[in-house]
């Protein structure tokens, strides 16, 4: 525990000392972080985490390493990418505590960096990423991490509109990660502007979630035969990948309905939608030939929260699945990361600064104690040892 405690404290303390400085010291203190994260995934125990890392990764690492890439494109039906990754970073050095620590290098640099882009609290947003159950994820997802740094890279082409990069970018997560092809939708479903729209979309897929069932196994299963040959995983995802509890759910609900009260969507009389984050406002004005064209009063960074917003909507409705099949919580990620930046950013709108402040700090707690006392027992991160100890 007094590893995850020193990260947290790190995490506030370093803000405090250097964030109020100049430019180079806010710099030192994400490279600070940065680097601390990396170090805690790093040096971790293989028995860290869930029973990837040890019961599936490490053993197929070493299988590879003794094996040629022909060996491995023909052995792998998916992912392959990955695997000769790791190989190729076997050739520097033939040791799996090498390769894992590498590994974990690109996921903590490219949220470190989102953080920093796009944050307005980044101290805020670093517990989040703690509390969110975002973190653990690199102790045994280890391709749904590489995919998922990739993703993040890919959410700055959905913000500069450049959607050729940004198709790029999500083929080179998929060949890492089967699954990180999902982000895809991402593109043209961040432009919803209607509020109906998207708590429909979360209501009709919690209806589905209750009403369907099981029959949603079916569905997944058909869904896996298209993209496979062998729809052996399957059976993986059926004994370990049983449904999740709705807490996970209820805390992105929770933080939806809360950047929600801050966000309002309002039609003006002329008939030009208007979004406002309480004070922002961005203004969609259609043209002669029925395009539409944004203009926007404030800092033009600021439309992010709207493109993050809508991202939030789509990790939500995956998750109405999660209590039926585990799986879908690992599918939300790739857009619920992004409330790790829409939260705290939300809060800064808050006009009252001593509101402003409560809520800051009290978010801050409810997820460092959340993360303390409930995601690291459930991802089987304590007691935290290096991968020299027994």
């Known amino acids: 525990m007094g590893v995850y405690l020193s990260l947290i404290a790190l995490i506030i303390i370093g803000y405090m000392v250097f964030y109020s400085q100049e430019q180079a010291y806010k710099n030192i203190y994400f490279v600070m972080i ?53 190989r190729l970073l076997s050739e520097i050095y033939s040791n799996v505590h090498f390769v894992l620590f590498v590994i974990g290098i690109p996921y903590m640099l490219s949220v470190t960096r989102l953080i920093r882009k796009y944050s307005k609290i980044p101290w805020l947003s670093f517990l989040l990423f703690l509390g969110l159950q975002y973190f653990m994820l690199s102790f045994f997802l280890l391709r749904h991490v590489v995919g998922l740094a990739i993703v993040i890279i ?83 995802f059926q004994i370990h990948g049983i449904g999740l509890s709705y807490v996970g759910y209820l805390i992105q609900l929770v933080v939806f309905v809360t950047v929600t009260f801050m966000y309002q969507r309002k039609v003006s009389k002329e008939g030009s939608s208007m979004l406002t984050f309480s004070g922002l406002k961005i203004r969609i004005k259609p043209l002669k030939r029925g395009e539409k064209k944004v203009f926007i009063d404030g800092p033009e960074k600021e439309e992010v929260m709207s493109i993050m917003y809508n991202l939030s909507a789509i990790s939500l409705s995956i998750m109405s699945f999660t209590a039926i099949l585990g799986e879908f919580f690992r599918v939300s990620s790739f857009f619920g990361i992004f409330n790790i930046i829409l939260l705290p950013n939300a809060i800064t709108y808050i006009k009252s600064s001593s509101i402003r402040m409560a809520a800051k700090v009290g978010v801050g707690v409810v997820f460092v104690l959340y993360f303390l006392f409930f995601n690291l027992s459930n991802t089987n991160g304590i007691p935290y040892r290096m991968f020299w100890q027994n």
């Open 34 to 86: 940065a680097l601390f994260l990396i170090l805690i995934v790093g040096l971790r125990h293989i028995s860290l985490g869930i029973f990837d890392t040890e019961r599936l990764y490490v053993p197929r690492f070493e299988r590879f390493f003794n094996q040629d890439y022909m060996y491995i494109i023909r052995n792998r039906r998916k992912d392959t990418t990955f695997y000769i990754f790791a």
């Open 154 to 236: 890919a959410f700055d082409y959905i913000v500069q509109r450049k959607p050729i990069k940004f198709v790029i970018c999500v083929l080179i997560a998929t060949a890492f990660h089967l699954m990180s092809f999902i982000f895809i939708v991402a593109y043209p479903l961040t432009r919803i502007k209607s509020m109906k729209v998207r708590v429909s979309m979360i209501g009709i897929c919690l209806l589905l979630a209750l009403v369907l069932g099981d029959g949603i196994l079916l569905i997944v299963h058909w869904v896996l035969s298209i993209f496979l040959d062998n729809t052996e995983r399957f059976a993986i």
